[in-house]
Each structure stands twice: as structure tokens, then as C-alpha cells.
DNA sequence: AATTTTTGTAAATATCCGCTTACAAAAATA
DNA sequence: TATTTTTGTAAGCGGATATTTACAAAAATT
């Protein structure tokens, strides 16, 4: 039998979490189905993680580390901040497209698990978001490409509902979407509030 | 023991429904549950519905009725169709606002459950919810008070984004929301993408 | 008043869930 | 090579779930 360090079997887990979603569905997301898409036994899944609670936090973590970074990155990249808005949504609906099952898997996750620290931690991710868009938004103001006039706390709410219906587009029409064209004909719409 | 026809009684179930995903979350909405809140046994329960499916289903057709109704009628009434936007996303904020839980329950169980059924009556309210204003994004333009150029589509879809970013941060904030607050806000930074 | 239908209960059902335990063997370390 | 640690399995645990069954009594109908 062959066999693999946590670390691996860890990534592979998270790995199947999100297959198991984006294919399955939630209802699918059992330790007993997670188990046999990952090739190990039940009780194997509970040596690389605490709970099934934990393989959530895990996968969390990663969005944090991978998606959070990205956009906070390029929310203080030297370039004017319409560029950057740009860049900045289509970087965030990229990496919904590449991991498909996060999103229904963060909300549908902390919306059924009573979770406190989830929800924290996912209402953590969504502020950083709009904090990150506001800046971008203030940002553009000072240069005066943005509209002064802007309330920049309502731009950022509108902006966090495109990722949300993306998502619900995809999961609902399993789209063959073109991301690129979404992106760009998004912005276009969107850079006319901003202007 | 009191004893109520069977109408009364699904009304009674599916306002109870609510109430639980609102105030205990959705992982509390058992059939159990669903009874003692009731102040019915279990076995009632399916005496007045199929099963928890059809209570779900039963929602979402009271949905298609009270809301997507009112969105119809607005969508077609004769005032100019700037006023109609207005009115459109304020009636359709204050549904969700009036009957929280109830975005929670289509998406979080239209995810989990892998329902074909389900997921094709969501997808239609969404889907009309588009086509009604795409129909007023066109209005507007015959009538020279919005921008030929629009994408309707894509407005649609920003619209879209709206109500679902409205839900999750009453959700996790379990806001003490000024509706009509964020309705006014967001209605202006629309109309600048109108115009 | 007698009968049928509707609305209720209590208890049991099979199934699935997350998770634990007891044990084996591979891999790493000594 | 001998020992310890890590990674695996098989089986089973208690508990929760949606749903069914057998039966009682209220309400409606005759």
C-alpha cells in the first residue's frame, strides 16, 4: 500500500472536498465519499484532520493565503486605479472559475454549520474584499479619474455581488462561461458608476 | 387537541420553515424540529406534506407567486422607467428583508441537495427576475433616459449581484439594515450606469 | 345517531453521519 | 539491524435523519 506524508495527503483531501462539490454536490461532501474519492480508508481521512470542521477551515485558509493575497496585491499596484480595478475583478473571478466549489462550499458550509469561527472567518475574507475595492475606489478619486462624489462603502457592496452571481450562474447553468468576456464587459458596465 | 385542515396547517409548516433558518440556522431545520416548533408530532408533518422536498418546493412556489407578482406588475406599470428600477429593486430588497431566511434556504438547499427539480425553479426566478429588467433597461432606452449602448444582459447580472449581496451581509452582520437606506444608495449609483 | 374522512400521536424503521478504536505494516530513525 | 514513528485499514460506535406504520379520536358527512 502505498503511502504519502500528511502534508500531501492534506492537499489531496482539500483537493477532493472541492471535486466532490463542483461534481457531486454538497449533499455528496460525506467522510465516507471524501474518503473513497481520495482512495484512502474513513478513519485515514481523521489522521490528516481533526474533523471534517477542520478540513473546512483548512480549505478557508488556502482562499486566504492564495485568493486574499492575489487581490491584496495588486489593490497597491503602482498602476492608475481603473487599471487596477480591472485587474483586481478579473483576478477574483478567475480564481472562483479555477476553484470551482469554494464559494458553495463557504456559504452553503457556514450558512448550515452554526459555525461561529466559519462565519468569522468568511465574513473576514468578504471585508478585506470591499476594504481592498474601497481603497482602489479613494485611490482613483485623488487621481481624479473616480467620481468624488462616490459613496465608496455602496460601490464595494455592488462589486461583491458579481462574484456572488457569477457563481450562482455557473452552479446554476454549468456554464460553458466565457470568464474573459464577463470580466471585461463587467468592468465596462462598472467603470461608467465609477467615472 | 385542536385540529386544523390541512391549508392551514402547510401554511403553518412552511412559516415555521423560516423562522428556524432565520432565527436557529439551517442545520436546525429538521423534521423534528420542524414539528416541535410547529407544536405538531413528526408523523403531522407528512400528513400535510409529501416530504421535506415538497415543503421546500411548496416555498418556492409561494415565491413565484408573492414576489416574482409583485416584480412582474411593477416591471409593466406605467410610470417612467427610471421610477420602475427604483420601485423594482425596493420591492424586491423588501421581500427578501420581510422573509429572511428565505435566500438562505434556496440557495443553501438547492446546493446541498443535487435536485434537478429545485434547481430548475430557482433558475427560473432568477431567470425572470433577469428578463424583467433587461424588459426595463429597454423601456429606458426607448424612452432616451438611459444609455443606448447598455449591455442589458449584463445590467441584469450586476442587478442580480444585488439582493444576494444584501442577504449575506444580513446574514453574517445580522445587520440592523436601513432597507430603505441601502435601496435609495444603491438605486443612485445604478443610475449613474444608466445614464 | 351512525359512518366516513381527516387530522392527530407514539413508536419504530432503515440509513447515513462524523468519528473512534484496535491493530498492522511501511518508513524513518537509531 | 533494531526500534520508533507515521500512515494505513476494518469494523463498529452512538446519534441524528427522513419517513412509515398502527392506531385513536375529532370533524364532517350521511
Known amino acids: 500500500m502505498e503511502r504519502k506524508k500528511t502534508e500531501i495527503r ?17 449533499s455528496k461532501l460525506s467522510t465516507r465519499n471524501l474518503a473513497k474519492k481520495v482512495g484512502l480508508s ?24 492564495d485568493l486574499q493575497n492575489t487581490l ?12 487596477r480595478f480591472h485587474k483586481f475583478l478579473c483576478a477574483h473571478i478567475n480564481y472562483l472559475y479555477k476553484h470551482q466549489g469554494i464559494t458553495i462550499l463557504l456559504f452553503s458550509e ?30 482613483g478619486k485623488s487621481e481624479g479619474a473616480f467620481n468624488k462624489n462616490l459613496d465608496e462603502e455602496m460601490v464595494a ?23 474573459k468576456k464577463f470580466c471585461a464587459n463587467m468592468y465596462n458596465l462598472l467603470s461608467s458608476v465609477l467615472k
Open 10 to 26: 492534506r492537499e489531496e483531501i482539500k483537493k477532493a472536498v472541492l471535486e466532490i462539490i463542483a461534481t457531486e454536490g454538497v
Open 157 to 179: 457592496t455592488l462589486y461583491s455581488g458579481i462574484p456572488l452571481s457569477f457563481n450562482v450562474e455557473t452552479v446554476l447553468n454549468k456554464n460553458k462561461f466565457n470568464v
Open 42 to 65: 474513513e478513519g485515514a481521512i481523521f489522521r490528516h484532520f481533526q474533523s471534517k470542521r477542520d478540513i473546512l477551515l483548512g480549505i478557508m485558509e488556502d482562499v486566504k493565503i
Open 110 to 139: 457556514a450558512a448550515h454549520m452554526n459555525d461561529f469561527l466559519i462565519k468569522e472567518q468568511l465574513n473576514g475574507i468578504l471585508k478585506e474584499q470591499k476594504l481592498l475595492i474601497s481603497k482602489i475606489i479613494r485611490d
Open 72 to 83: 491584496r496585491e495588486i489593490s497597491i499596484e503602482l498602476i492608475p486605479a481603473e487599471e
